[in-house]
Each structure stands twice: as C-alpha cells, then as structure tokens.
C-alpha cells in the first residue's frame, strides 16, 4: 500500500536553530503534500499545503517565513522551522495520497519537536 | 467553511461490549467524504474507516461500522466486541470533493479518547 516516511521521529534543538522535517512519498508520486500540527491532547491543525514545483499555500495565522515549505520533486516535502523557540515545540505531520483524485491521505508517523 | 464537532472528549468500554462514537459537521459541500482515523500512543494516524457522501449505505469494516446521516450531517462510529487494541484517539474528519484532479486537506474535530476495559 501507499506509505509516506517522515523524518525525524524526533528531534531536539535549540532555541534560535533551524530545523528540516521531511516527508516522502515511497511508492507513489504526489503533486501535493500536507502539514499538520498537533499540541499535545488536541486535534490536527492544518498548517499549510505543499504544492510542486510551486509555492506553499499556508492557513491563516501560520508565519510563512517561520514555516517554510519546499517541494522540490514529485516524491519529497520539506518543512523548514527556523529560528525555532520554545512554543513551536509540538507534533508535526505530513500527508499526501496517491491518487486519484480524493483517495484516502496517507500520513508519515509524525516528528516530535523540542525547543530548548 | 468547514467544521467537524466531536462532542465526546473521553469514552470507555468494557472488553467485547459495542460502543458509538459521535460526529457531526457543518458544510455547503454537496460532495465530500468522511473519514475515522484511529490514533494510538504513538500517535501514528490509522484509517479507520471511510464514507462517500453520494453514498447512502453505511461503511463496514469487520467490527467497524458508520451510521451516516446527510440530512442531519451526522457520522458517527460504532465499534462492536471492542478490544483492547481499539483503546485510542479516534479522529472524524471531513473532506470536500475537488472538481478537478487534486486532493484536499483534512479537516479534524477535536477527538474522542477511547479507552477499553478489562
């Protein structure tokens, strides 16, 4: 079946660094990509849709320069978190799908951010 | 815009007892689908079960079913001989239709933490 790797699991950094999340479709191609983000006990967020070979759609109140998304080919998504601080700390994840059109999202296994 | 309510923030159930969850939603959308993803502790989002809209029979998946109401834009899940694996966050979650070729984001409600009893 259709998988999607997300990468890190986990990741720690400090507080002002950047970080690189990314999200790979294995088996399939996928012209766009979703991120999530969920604080702990609460729902899936969308944060913003990655488009290929084009720019980011980001929901309101998601910083675009804080966030930034790259998807460079048909098969990966990056999200960038940069000059991170202690409240971007959460559960990121990513989803994409197959095709055809409305399949059902497959979603990586997230990444744990930790800002300290 | 799109809003999906869960108005069970926690559930439990006995060992191989039946158990409904509870969904509703707010849309324009004539065409859309419904989803339940499960979400254990390690937090890794499973397709539980999924509804077209233009569909009017249920969903079924072995102990899984969905009572899907259009009108009254109610989806909700019953799990039946409930097992201790099922204890999880279990997510309904909404989906337009887009004309052309594409995808669409999920939206989420807010979760049911389900826990199954011994």
């Known amino acids: 079946g259709a998988v999607v790797s997300q990468h890190p699991s986990r990741v720690i950094c400090k507080s002002g660094t950047s970080v690189k999340i990314e999200c790979r479709s294995l088996?399939?191609?996928?012209?766009?990509m979703f991120w999530y983000r969920q604080f702990p006990k609460q729902s899936l967020m969308l944060m913003a849709t990655?488009?290929?070979?084009?720019?980011?759609?980001?929901e309101q109140g998601v910083e675009k320069d804080k966030f930034l998304i790259n998807h460079a080919s048909l098969t990966l998504s990056t999200l960038t978190v940069t000059s991170a601080h202690p409240e971007d700390s959460s559960f990121y994840i990513c989803?994409?799908?197959?095709?055809?059109?409305?399949?059902?999202?497959?979603f990586g296994n997230g990444t744990r951010l930790t800002v300290t | 815009a799109q809003t999906v309510t869960q108005s069970q923030p926690e559930m439990s159930v006995q060992e191989a007892e039946t158990v409904t969850l509870s969904c509703t939603y707010d849309t324009s959308e004539n065409n859309y689908y419904l989803f339940w993803y499960k979400q254990p502790p390690s937090r890794q989002m499973i397709l539980v079960i999924r509804?077209?809209?233009?569909?009017?029979q249920n969903a079924t998946e072995n102990r899984f079913s969905v009572n899907f109401q259009k009108a009254a834009k109610s989806f909700s899940l019953k799990i039946s001989d409930s097992q201790l694996g099922d204890t999880a966050m279990y997510f309904c979650?909404?989906?337009?239709?887009?004309?052309?070729?594409?995808?669409?984001?999920?939206?989420f409600g807010k979760g049911t933490r389900l826990s199954v009893i011994a």
């Open positions: 990655s488009n290929e070979g084009s720019k980011a759609t980001y």
């Open positions: 989803s994409a799908s197959p095709g055809p059109r409305n399949s059902p999202l497959h």
């Open positions: 509804q077209e809209a233009y569909k009017q």
């Open positions: 088996d399939f191609q996928a012209t766009t």
């Open positions: 979650a909404f989906m337009k239709l887009k004309r052309n070729s594409g995808n669409t984001p999920l939206v």
